[in-house]
Structures are given as C-alpha cells and as structure tokens.
C-alpha cells in the first residue's frame, strides 16, 4: 500500500482565501458535499474533483454507463488549478508545434494538435448539452509581438504549422493589423489562431460535477486520500473510510500528486499568479481594443495570458512564486510570494491608459510541469491502478483529451496510435537540491531575459543557456 506522504493540508481552505474570481462567480454552492464516512466499493475510484478526474468520470460513463463512479476531493470540486486557471480554452499543446514535430514526427504532431482543436469544440458542445452555463467562447487565440525581435518567433509558429497542414488554422498580422485589433503598447504583429476561446473555469468545473451526480457519480468532498492500494484490491484510503474499487483506481491530482512517493519526480508544481480588474467602462474598452475577446498572450519568457471575462474584466496572468525546495505547496507562501505587483505594472505597460483602474479579484495556483512537458496517461491493467497528468499551462483541454484516454484504456477501448503521453510515467526530475537550484536559476533567468528586452538592452550572456534549460 502506497502512503501519500506530507500533503497541502487537510482543514478546509475557505473559496474566499483562495481569492480566485471564477469560485466566488460560479453561481453553485460551495458548501462541501459530504465526505465519506464509511467504507465503500464501486466499479472506479477517483482521487480529484478537478478536470481531470471529473473529465475521467464522464468519458468513463460515456464508453460504460453502468458502471458505478466515486470520486474522492480533499477540499472542494475546483480547490486546484482547474478553480484558479486563466480560462483559456487553448488549441495549443503544452509543447509547441515545432518541438512536437522534431520529437514525435509531422504525423504524430498533427494528430495531437487537430485532437486539441476537436476538444475545443466538444467541451462547448458538451456545456451547451448539459445546460452548463460557461461562457463559452470561441474567439480564439491573439500571440501578439511586442519588439521586433519577437517577429522572427511569430512567423516560426506560424512556418510550424504551415509545414503541418494547418496554415489555414492560423493568420499572420501585420503592425497594423495587430494594432487594430489590440490597442497595447509596443505592439509589432501577431499570430491569430482560429480555434480555441475562453470559457468560465468554475461555471465548468461545478457544473462538469452536478451533471455526473445527475448520471449517478458519488463525489465525496472534504475527503483526503491518504493510501492507495493497488493490485487484487485497488482502493483509496482515505480519512473517512476505504474505497474499494472492482475495476479502477484512478489518480487525477495533477500538482498535488507531488506529495506520493512515486510522483514526487515525475512532475513539480509552479505557481502561477493572476490579477482580475473590475468591469471596465465602454471608455475604457475602447481604449484597450481588444474587441474579439481573444485568449490574448505576448511572447515572454515569464509567461502572460490575458482574458476577456464575460462581464467585461481583463484577467491578467503571468508568473508565480519562484519554486520552493522539495514541491513545497504551501497554500501561504502561495498568496504571500505571489507577485501581483509585477502583474498590475505590466498590465499597465500594456495599457497605460488605464492608471488607476480597480482590481477586484487576485489569486495564485499550482500547475503540474512534466520534466519533458508531456503529460502522461497509464493505466496498468494487472494492478488495476492509472493516472493522468501533466498538462503544464493548457490542463483545461489537455486534461479532457488525457481523460478520454485514460477512460478508454480502462474500458478496454484501442488506445490512440498518435498519443505518444500514453506511456507508464513522465521522466524524472532532478533530485533536490540540484532540482531546486536548476529551478530558481532557470526562473530568475527568464526574467532578466524579458526585463533586458522591454528595456530594449541586449540579452543577459546566459540567455541561451537558460533557454536551453527552460524550453522542453
Ligand atoms: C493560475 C493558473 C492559470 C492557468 N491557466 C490555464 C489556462 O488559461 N488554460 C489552460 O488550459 N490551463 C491553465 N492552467 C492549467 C489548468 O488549470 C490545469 O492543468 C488543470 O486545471 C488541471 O486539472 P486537474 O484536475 O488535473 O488538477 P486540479 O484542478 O489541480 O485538481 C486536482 C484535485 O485533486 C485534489 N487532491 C489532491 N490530492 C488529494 C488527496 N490526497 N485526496 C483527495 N483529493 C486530492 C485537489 O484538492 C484538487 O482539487 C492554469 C493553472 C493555474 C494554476
């Protein structure tokens, strides 16, 4: 039997101190639901009321509607990333078109990316299907450049997928073009793609859980897993009793799979930081531009991601706290290290014109980061026990195609030939200390890299070693 070793906690972490916008405006009861109290067997157990484990449980009850579903939810469906994320809905993979191609071949490449765009569309479908109210929206994706120097970087991605067949998914623009459609500073071109848009994560994620209670699912909140066992008697321990499992236990934890030994190199969390402004004024939008509504992104080292929220608010993302010795997931040093400062000065450097404006909502999260950024789906049918994780910065379709798949392999269905994350565990990480320095340098690199570039000085000499470092 596997212990689950130092976890992020088990008292119950209000929706109110993780601060995040999309839980406090999912418009469902946060109340937990009740946690297991007593021993139980089911067909399939499920560690994480996430996407992941929720997408687990529907795909599953889409190949088998019989089959009886428990899932188990430290805190509440949501508590993690798929509560906190950016709500893009991207049709981007972890890795880039590029890097897919040089690692798996064009075939494999083109496969993963169209598999990415389909599950785009299904989620709207399944949303608009069960009656979940999710915002949404299919506006696409926005790369803007914002030096010359990133041009080259614009028309490399779009070359990538020009060589895949899919020039027709994406549209280079002009400085023109770009301005017009994003009045931001320092705006050179940009890289439209058709496919992908935003969504409302918490209006997913709770109604994603009522629509599998509605189909027979048993989701215990306010539960922790604190053993699994696998082999003639897959079950999860938890705090309030055993589940036992006939067919499948199934770990869907993402970030916090780091606290199980077996998990501890396969993949790390880092943070990642989010600021939300109030409703902005029609003045204010006019301003800003930006009318598609697009998932809107620059290309940086240290990562920003920008949504239009349904009412009308910019959601700025960027980097987190620096990684912390050994997984430490401390939902403190989170908030405390969280660097909202840096967000709301660049938010600003992006629209000067709105000094002053309000910031209603800031939180952090962790994210699951694979050594190589593949996420990884197994499942091995003698031990009866899979997971699925890894999905870096895109978990919000990511983790639905990981979901089918470990759905499929466990109801018998031909696994996917062009799914190279169907594989038994992810590379290891570094050990520590070496993990956390390699970490820490590769983080403060990036920032010297983009603080030099919107500074317009040359790159730190190390550039092209973080880089090499950094970049799967
Ligand atoms: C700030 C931020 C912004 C992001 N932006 C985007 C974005 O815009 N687009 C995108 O595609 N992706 C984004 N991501 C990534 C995406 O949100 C995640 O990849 C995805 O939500 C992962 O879902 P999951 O279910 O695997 O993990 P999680 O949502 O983290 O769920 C795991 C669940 O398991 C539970 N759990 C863990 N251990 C136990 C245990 N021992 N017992 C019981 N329960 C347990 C946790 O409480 C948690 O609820 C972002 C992530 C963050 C943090």
């Known amino acids: 039997m596997a212990p689950i070793g130092e976890t992020a906690g088990t008292d119950p972490v209000s929706p109110d101190a993780i601060g995040s916008y999309w839980l406090a405006s999912c418009d469902d009861d946060l109340t937990p639901r009740p946690a297991l109290t007593s021993d139980e067997t089911v067909d399939v157990a499920i560690l994480g009321g996430g996407f992941s484990g929720l997408w ?8 088998d509607p019989a089959l009886s579903i428990a899932i188990v939810e430290r805190q509440i469906c949501g508590f993690g990333a798929s509560g906190r994320n950016g709500g893009w809905c991207s049709p981007r993979f972890p890795i880039n078109p590029a ?33 979940i ?6 506006v696409g994706v926005l790369t803007l450049a914002r030096s010359a120097s990133q041009i080259p970087s614009l028309r490399q991605s779009y070359d990538a997928y020009a060589r895949l067949g899919m020039a027709d998914a994406c549209e ?36 994603l859980a009522r629509a ?9 909140e306010g539960t922790e897993v604190l053993q699994t066992s ?24 993402e970030a916090f799979l780091t606290s199980l030994p077996d998990y501890r190199r396969q993949l790390i969390p880092m943070a990642s930081t989010i600021m939300l402004t109030a409703p902005l004024t029609a003045d204010r939008w006019d301003q800003v531009g930006w009318a598609g509504g697009e998932c809107l992104s620059s290309y940086v080292h240290t990562t920003n ?12 993302g960027s980097r987190g ?19 909202f400062g840096w967000i709301r000065d660049r938010l600003l450097e992006w629209w000067p014109s709105l000094e002053g404006v309000e910031f209603t909502h800031q939180w952090a999260g962790y994210l699951g980061v694979p050594r190589d950024w593949l996420p990884t789906v197994h499942f091995d049918s003698n031990r009866r026990i899979g997971h699925a994780y890894g999905y870096t910065g895109h978990g919000v379709i990511t983790s639905a195609i990981s979901a089918r798949a470990l759905a499929g392999l466990v109801t018998g269905a031909a696994p996917d030939p062009h799914a190279p994350y169907l594989r038994r565990q992810a590379p290891s990480w570094e050990v520590e200390p070496l993990r956390w320095a390699g970490i820490r340098y590769v983080q403060n690199a990036f920032l010297r890299m983009d603080l030099a570039e919107t500074a317009g000085k040359t790159p730190p000499l190390d550039a092209p070693l973080a880089t090499f470092l950094g970049e799967p």
């Open 56 to 63: 687990t449980a529907w795909f599953l009850l889409q190949a």
């Open 99 to 131: 890097a897919l191609t040089r690692r798996f071949g064009a075939r494999t490449a083109r496969a993963m990316l169209f598999a990415q765009q389909a599950m785009v569309d299904e989620v709207g479908r399944i949303c608009a299907q069960e009656g």
């Open 133 to 138: 109210d999710a915002h949404f929206n299919p």
């Open 172 to 207: 280079l623009l002009d400085a023109g073009q770009a301005r017009e459609a994003v009045h931001a500073t320092e705006v050179q071109g940009a890289l439209r793609l058709r496919v992908g848009g935003t969504i409302h994560p918490g209006r997913l994620v709770r109604g």
């Open 212 to 220: 599998l209670e509605r189909r027979g699912v048993r989701i215990y």
């Open 230 to 253: 696998a082999g003639m008697q897959p079950a999860l321990v938890t705090t309030g009793g055993t589940l036992c499992a006939r067919r499948a236990v199934l770990l869907a934890g």
């Open 305 to 316: 991601y920008l949504t239009r929220t349904a009412d009308g608010r910019i959601l700025f």
């Open 321 to 339: 706290a620096p990684y912390r010795y050994a997984s430490d997931m401390s939902e403190t040093a989170l908030r405390e290290n969280a660097n």
